[in-house]
């Protein structure tokens, strides 16, 4: 069963920058289309990026020119820059394949952003 750990979140003023990242037990990255999803409270789960096996990358409208997602190949891992963040990128952050996440959720990493 693959594991995902996602990492890096933390809390940061307006204007800020977080990197994230997100490691898996077995090497599925290369293989996979993954995303990275948040959750806000009282929200429902929403996809922000995603990136293809060939490194095409798609991101939701409200991160579009602030956000990067990337792979890793070398380490294995899935990342995402995050600059100018705003308030309401508050959430907990959580990696999966995408569109359609279909391994058992990580715990995430919370993001808070201040005003």
């Known amino acids: 069963q693959v594991q995902l750990v996602e990492s890096g979140g933390g809390l940061v003023q307006a204007g800020g920058s977080l990197r994230l990242s997100c490691a898996a037990s077995?090497?599925?990255?290369?293989?996979?289309?993954m995303g990275w999803y948040r959750q806000a409270p009282g929200k429902q789960r929403e996809l922000v990026a995603l990136?293809?096996?060939?490194?095409?990358?798609t991101y939701a409208d409200s991160v579009k020119g602030r956000f990067t997602i990337s792979r890793d190949n070398a380490k294995n891992t899935v990342n995402l820059q995050m600059n100018s963040l705003k308030p309401e990128d508050t959430a907990v952050y959580y990696c999966?394949?995408?569109?359609?996440?279909?391994?058992?959720w990580g715990q995430g990493t919370q993001v808070t952003v201040s005003s």
């Open positions: 999966n394949k995408a569109p359609a996440p279909e391994y058992s």
């Open positions: 077995g090497n599925i990255f290369r293989k996979n289309v």
């Open positions: 990136i293809t096996t060939v490194g095409s990358t």
